[in-house]
């Protein structure tokens, strides 16, 4: 990076994060993101976030854990946003929880405010208010409280005069939110209860609010250091005080969900996982994704023009995946062509999910199979009779062949045009590797064959021994029988499989089997 302070200076965003969940960043925050072209982030601050950040982004991570090391002091940091602004970039400083709450953002600004720099800055979720409501708190309510202190511990000591007002504060707010507070816990409860507030008092203490790893315990003012010690908790954590920490009781709905804490591999594509990924998340799981698929076009669509020179004479079109549908539209349109040019074959798809997709370019599906697979959609076709009929199938260059061998053997004239090329998986393979060595992952979900080939070919076992060492301990949840099967053929054992063959079955299968085993 270099300085030159000849050029019309850019601007600075202080942004909130929000404290944990990528979710929870405002659409402001969002917004400037999508187009920052240096962004500093903190520690606290998901990096999720930066799949927000165009690839051509500068990322710079400015550290800062509390008591460990810093990436770069307060200073270092003011120095470095004021740099940056002077080559004329827009700089998003990426803050946990909001910039205003124990974050240092007005030391940035005043900075900022010196250079004569530019700045907006744009609040977040802070972490006090998320702890409490992803630990089923509520901070104020009628009946128990109508004041809350946010408050930092980490000057409980150290200073001789510390800023915090603990005798007052004591008594003189309802909840009390304290924020770095772990380490200086048994001091500041013990002033607490010095100064009037009844050792009974609920306490709880939340770490990784709003995160797969939350972990929140409950005690009384006059428990809880020992409570947080044996739970080892520590930073980042934040400490509640008052009676609306008895309201968890019937509140307590984060660490709650079904699949809270589970750790779950996404083997499908990235494009492909969303669903999936929301649906499992939904219902509290942590998603690992390791994409084992990748789509490439094809060198050579020649059949695929031929077939749609003639489409009239087709009597149908079978689509028989969500990205075979993709690719044949998004070389249609590259021919200048559109869903128009489909008019003379009706169109068959495999199942509700590729029913729904065609509808999104304009198509009704004129069949769906009772059964989603290649079989069930052969012979549903048969049934219409296609004796010496035309027949378009536009795939993957690999797939299963039954479906085309089915429709020949009743007389069909197929065609199989690839549309687009698996190649396999690449990258994180380490990652997954150590993961699986270190047993942190629950469950791995397969929504196809190739999934299961390519996440193994990934996993690459040396031997069956060690195959079985790794993967025996893991969960294995597939979407239908030929999944199944692929996955029993590589010696693995199939512990969750959906009755129907959909995403959402599938999710509430795995749902199902993990409220079995808590019972
Ligand atoms: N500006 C931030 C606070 C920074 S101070 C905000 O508004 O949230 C750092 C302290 O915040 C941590 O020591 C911890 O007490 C608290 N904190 C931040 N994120 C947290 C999280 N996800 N869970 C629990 N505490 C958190």
């Known amino acids: 990076m270099t300085t030159q302070t000849a050029q019309q200076p850019g601007k600075v965003y202080l942004v909130g994060a929000g404290p944990g969940d990528p979710g929870l960043i405002t659409l402001r925050g969002k917004y400037l993101l999508e187009r920052a072209e240096v962004v500093v982030y903190d520690y606290l601050a998901n990096p999720k976030l930066l799949s927000h950040v165009p690839n051509t982004a500068e990322r710079v991570y400015a550290g800062k854990k509390g008591g460990g090391l810093h990436a770069f002091t307060q200073e270092g940091i003011n120095k470095l946003l004021v740099d940056y602004a002077l080559t004329g970039k827009r700089v998003v400083r990426l803050k946990g929880g909001d910039p205003f709450i124990f974050g240092r953002g007005a030391e940035e600004i005043q900075e900022l405010v010196v250079a004569g720099i530019d700045f907006e800055v744009v609040p ?5 208010t998320a702890a409490a409501t992803y630990a089923g708190i509520p901070i104020t309510h009628r009946e128990h409280t109508a004041s809350v202190a946010f408050i930092t511990g980490h000057e409980a000591t150290g200073k001789k005069e510390s800023n915090v007002a603990w005798d007052k ?141 003639e489409i009239g004479s087709y009597q149908w079109l079978l689509f028989t995946s969500l990205n075979a549908i993709t690719w044949f539209f998004k070389h249609l349109w590259e021919k200048g062509m559109d869903a128009r040019n489909l008019n003379g074959p009706k169109i068959a798809v495999v199942g509700r999910a590729t029913a729904d997709k065609l509808l999104t370019y304009g198509l009704k599906a004129d069949l769906i199979p009772e059964h989603f697979t290649g079989e069930g959609l052969a012979e ?55 993961r699986l060595e270190n047993g942190t992952i629950d469950l791995v979900t397969f929504t196809s064959s190739s999934t299961v080939d390519n996440f193994l070919t990934m996993v690459d076992a040396a031997s069956e021994e060690e195959l079985h060492r790794l993967m025996d301990p893991v969960t294995i949840a597939v979407i239908g029988p030929i999944t199944a099967d692929t996955v029993q053929k590589h010696g693995l054992k199939v512990d969750i499989q959906p009755e129907q063959y959909t995403i959402t079955d599938m999710v509430n299968a795995i749902v199902a089997y993990y409220q079995q085993a808590d019972t």
């Open 169 to 309: 504060l004591a008594t003189g707010a309802g909840t009390l939110v304290i924020y770095m507070g772990i380490k200086n816990l048994p001091i500041i409860t013990k002033k607490l209860m010095d100064n009037g507030r009844a050792p009974d008092t609920p306490v709880a203490v939340v770490r990784w609010a709003s995160t797969p790893e939350q972990h929140s315990v409950e005690g009384t003012l006059a428990t809880i250091t020992e409570v947080v010690k044996k739970a080892d908790i520590k930073p980042p954590a934040l400490v509640i005080v008052g009676d609306v920490v008895k309201l968890r009781n019937t509140i307590d709905w984060f660490e709650r969900r079904p699949l809270f804490g589970k750790r779950m591999v996404i083997t499908r594509t990235r494009e492909q996982a969303s669903e999936l990924v929301a649906r499992l998340a939904e219902n509290g799981a942590d998603c690992l994704e390791y994409p084992t698929l990748h789509m490439e076009p094809v060198e050579d669509y020649t059949i695929l023009d031929q077939a749609l020179q």
């Open 380 to 434: 549903a076709l048969i049934e219409t009779g296609i004796q010496g009929g035309k027949i378009l199938i536009p795939r993957a260059v690999k797939a299963r062949e039954i479906l085309p061998e089915m429709l020949k053997q009743a007389e069909a004239s197929v065609t199989v045009a690839p549309v687009y090329e698996n190649v396999p998986p690449q990258g994180r393979k380490d990652e997954l590797r150590e």
């Open 124 to 128: 977040g979720v802070t972490s006090a």
